[in-house]
Each structure stands twice: as structure tokens, then as C-alpha cells.
């Protein structure tokens, strides 16, 4: 495992990894710990943030480019910046069984998922991981 990939990346490509690995591990430390209660609430709004700067960075990131400076990864992001939306909004509105749903779904299919996609031959984390070159 070596970093240098990563840390050799553009700004924009290291925010986005960065907010990644640190959602999902607030992500793990949410999905364990009691719920509804303040601590919850505070960092539940960090990972919310968080989630929306990955979403939001990848906008900005344009490696594959299969529709102009687009992929459909970016499809995901958009998924995601609604799902964030709903899940929030369901939560405010007392549907707790929704938020609840809609989040375990953001985290599986935006970090668990999508992220096993960034160890794919050829991408930076696999580099970082595997310590390709």
C-alpha cells in the first residue's frame, strides 16, 4: 500500500477520496451506534455534508468521459445528492423507517459499491491499495 498515487492526484481528485474514506467510516461508527439521539443527529449532519462533497466533487472529475466530460458514474452522484435530499427530508417529517432505509442505501451503494469500483485496475485507489504503479 502506498499513498504517492493519491497524494500525486489533483486537488479535486484527493477532497473527493479523502471525503470518501472519512464518510465511510463515520458511515460504519453511524450504523453501529444507538440512534436518535443527539451524537446522532450531529454526526448524521457531518455525514450528510460529507456525502455531498463526494457527490458534488465528482462532478469535477472526468477520467472516463463517455457523454462529453461525463461518465455514468456520474448518474450515481446525482442518485445520491437526491437520496441525501429525501433522507433528510424524510427524517425532518418523522418517517424515521425511510430515512433509516434511505441512508443504509446511500452508504452501501454510494461508498460500499461505488468504492469497489475505484479498486479497479488502472484507477488511482488501486494504486493506492495494491501499490500498483
Given amino acids: 500500500m502506498t499513498l504517492s ?47 455531498a462533497l463526494v457527490a458534488g466533487s465528482s462532478f469535477f472529475i472526468w477520467g472516463l468521459r463517455q457523454v ?4 455514468w458514474i456520474h448518474l450515481l452522484s446525482i442518485g445520491t445528492l437526491i437520496a441525501l435530499f429525501l433522507a433528510v427530508r424524510d427524517i425532518r417529517r418523522g418517517r424515521v423507517e425511510a430515512h433509516r432505509s434511505a441512508m443504509i442505501a446511500i452508504f452501501f451503494g454510494a461508498l460500499v459499491i461505488a468504492g469497489a469500483f475505484t479498486l479497479m485496475p488502472g484507477r488511482i485507489m488501486h494504486a493506492v491499495v495494491f501499490d500498483a504503479p
Fill in 68 to 71: 462529453g466530460p461525463f461518465s
Fill in 5 to 51: 498515487p493519491l497524494l500525486s492526484a489533483p486537488p479535486v481528485i484527493q477532497v473527493h477520496a479523502y471525503a470518501a474514506l472519512l464518510a465511510f467510516g463515520l458511515g460504519v461508527v453511524m450504523l453501529l451506534r444507538r440512534k436518535g439521539t443527539g451524537s446522532h443527529k450531529a454526526l448524521g449532519r457531518v455525514w450528510v455534508g460529507l456525502m
